[in-house]
């Protein structure tokens, strides 16, 4: 790969021609239109979230000629280019000189055109240190994987979008990765994260590959559509909205793809889950809330998928000092099982760490986690009967 290390290009030769697309949240071209300042491998532009104190940092340093640091160019072709890395920055630059934000000078906001003159001129001179790069596909690419350094890391989706970009991504993009989707928000509702971030376009891929995203990615780089990744992510959602007609907070981010692998086979009375999910919700006793959709869905019988409480060490304490004093003085064991048994146990006095507390009646049998529904049981006959 050939790099050439450009120190003359100024901001005014970059924003010679700016174009950015609100809608998409991407800075297009600059340089005249020899530059794409948004190649299809480069996430959308962020550095507007959060209040804008990326972007506005960006044009501070440019007033107080501080460096920006480096951005690399991939030559396309004989005069055109494409930003690798540094299009947040450009962005930034393009946005602010366009007039698109204003920054904070002084408590007041100034915007580029109301700027003094000598500070456009400053911010219009400043030059920027460009490294352009000449090389195959697959070298760039390499590359650009290792210079994931400067501003906003990309992350692991964002990535594998720049590792397999081609018509299959900017499709899945389109569909994913798009703020503005109408359908965003519902999806919210189970999906946890940003479309900019490419959160949702990651769990699609997540589950119509069943947890292996680069191999689905590979496989489908070339192709021309993506009905399978999207209607198999519309086949998960439509589930649970039919099984599950409230929506909860605690519903965003679960495993539905997994879940509707095991489970949309089955069939569910909307009705008795909606009832069944607003009890659970509604008991002290469950401390996992997030558990509640898979244990309703897999018949209520693991009960370890709530967390229901457990008692305290306080309550097991005075349970077994009294079950204790009780069976001292009628010389049997202080498990209730053991000294109805038949054997040497029947006498048995454990001691506190031999014993676990036990719910007198059942969680599932309405029983709570106070004191008068704690009985102590040796370990042996706690285990036996099992964690109702
Ligand atoms: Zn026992």
Redesign the pocket.
């Known amino acids: 790969m050939k790099t050439t290390l450009k120190t003359d290009i100024t901001v005014a030769d970059i924003c010679n021609g700016f174009v950015y697309n609100q809608l998409e949240g991407k800075g297009l071209f600059g340089l005249g239109g020899k530059l794409i300042i948004q190649p299809e491998y480069q996430r959308n532009y962020l550095y507007a979230d959060g209040g804008g104190n990326k972007e506005q940092a960006v044009i501070h340093s440019l007033l107080k000629e501080y460096p920006l640091g480096l951005i690399y160019f991939n030559k396309v072709g004989a005069d055109s280019f494409e930003v690798l890395d540094g299009q947040q920055r450009i962005t930034s630059i393009g946005r602010f000189v366009t007039n698109k934000f204003a920054i904070m000078d002084g408590g007041n906001p100034k915007n580029f055109d109301s700027l003094p003159a000598d500070q456009q001129d400053r911010i219009r001179n400043s030059k920027l240190l460009i490294y352009e790069c000449e090389g195959t596909e697959t070298e760039i690419k390499q590359w650009f994987e290792t210079i994931n350094i400067a501003g906003v890391p990309l992350n692991e989706q964002e990535l594998l979008n720049a590792i397999y970009s081609g018509p299959f991504v900017t499709k899945a993009k389109e569909a994913f990765s798009n703020s503005q989707n109408a359908n965003i928000q519902k999806w919210s509702a189970y999906v946890k994260g940003s479309a900019n971030r490419q959160d949702f376009l990651e769990r699609a891929l997540d589950w119509v590959s069943k947890g292996d995203i680069g191999a689905y990615m590979s496989a489908h780089r070339n192709d021309t559509n993506i009905n399978e990744l999207k209607n198999y992510f519309n086949s998960v959602i439509d589930w649970v909205s039919t099984v599950f007609t409230d929506v909860l907070v605690e519903m965003k981010g679960l495993e539905w793809g997994r879940l509707y692998e095991h489970h949309h086979g089955k069939s569910y009375d909307p009705k008795k889950m909606s009832d069944a999910v607003k009890k659970l919700a509604a008991d002290d006793e469950v401390t996992n809330h997030k558990g509640i959709f898979e244990y309703l869905l897999g018949g209520s019988t693991e009960t370890k998928l709530l967390a229901v409480r457990v008692f305290d060490e306080k309550v097991k304490k005075a349970a077994y000092a009294k079950q204790t004093q009780a069976a001292e003085a009628k010389g049997e064991?202080n498990?209730p099982?053991?000294s109805i048994g038949h054997d040497a146990?029947k006498s048995r006095i454990y001691k506190l760490s031999e014993m676990d507390a036990d719910h007198v009646s059942a969680w599932s049998k309405g029983g709570d986690s106070t004191a008068k529904n704690c009985q102590m049981?040796?370990t042996?006959?706690n285990r036996a009967k099992g964690n109702r």
């Open positions: 064991s498990c099982l053991c146990n049981l040796c042996t006959h």
